[in-house]
């Protein structure tokens, strides 16, 4: 039996640019992971946030398209 793997995504909001502009990671996201923080960041701007992990599927679309390099995603087998 294949293990369910668990994913845990983080977006640092200090490298976000913000959804203003950018929203890369939310147009790549075809499951709704992704949202807009309601309040700004330290750059000034409203980062991307994940509003419903467990949609996540683990693709990383939003990963390999972030052009700041401010999200992650650890993927991890559950227990």
């Given at each position: 039996?294949?293990?369910?793997?668990v994913?845990?995504?983080?977006?640092?909001?200090?490298?976000?640019?913000?959804?203003?502009?950018?929203?890369?990671?939310?147009?790549?996201?075809?499951?709704?992971?992704?949202?807009?923080?309601?309040?700004?960041?330290?750059?000034?701007?409203?980062?991307?946030?994940?509003?419903?992990?467990?949609?996540?599927?683990?693709?990383?679309?939003?990963?390999?398209?972030?052009?700041?390099?401010?999200?992650?995603?650890?993927?991890?087998?559950?227990?």
């Amino acid at each position: 039996m294949a293990k369910r793997q668990v994913a845990r995504l983080e977006i640092d909001p200090r490298l976000c640019k913000g959804t203003e502009g950018c929203s890369i990671c939310l147009d790549q996201c075809g499951e709704g992971v992704l949202g807009i923080a309601p309040g700004f960041s330290p750059r000034g701007v409203h980062p991307a946030v994940v509003v419903e992990l467990a949609k996540c599927t683990g693709c990383e679309l939003c990963v390999i398209h972030c052009p700041d390099l401010a999200v992650n995603l650890v993927l991890s087998e559950a227990v």
